[in-house]
């Protein structure tokens, strides 16, 4: 079973710096593209971040480009997200998810089938 922990969360000021982990402790981590999304209290769940299993490509929403960056270490079955010069808008639980193997990185939630329980993240102006 895929099972994944998200870590990393907490509050912070605006302009100051997160970094959050997705760990797996499956055995086919190394051959999942993984996500990342956030939703706000009241608000829809929205793509963040996500990274091909081979880790050569990675992709970001608008809102977070520049500030925002994904990383994986598969020897550690281990996706990082890397967030800084955070802003209050950021505030949100962030979710990482998997998709099948060997499946392409998608914006979409409903394309990927494994979540974990999330991490609050609460950016205070």
């Known amino acids: 079973q895929v099972q994944l922990v998200e870590s990393g969360g907490g509050p912070v000021q605006a302009g100051g710096s997160l970094r959050l982990s997705c760990a797996d402790s499956g055995r086919t981590f190394s051959r999942r593209s993984i996500g990342w999304f956030r939703q706000a209290q009241g608000k829809e769940r929205e793509f963040v971040s996500a990274?091909?299993?081979?880790?050569?490509?990675?992709y970001y929403s608008d809102s977070v480009k520049g500030r925002f960056t994904i990383s994986r270490d598969n020897a550690k079955n281990t996706v990082y997200l890397q967030m800084n010069s955070l802003k209050p808008e950021d505030t949100a639980v962030y979710y990482c998810?998997?998709?099948?193997?060997?499946?392409?990185?998608?914006?979409?939630?409903?394309?990927?089938?494994?979540w974990g329980q999330g991490t609050q993240v609460t950016v205070s102006s």
């Open positions: 990274i091909t299993w081979r880790g050569g490509s990675t």
């Open positions: 998810a998997a998709r099948a193997p060997y499946l392409l990185t998608s914006s979409s939630s409903d394309d990927y089938a494994y």
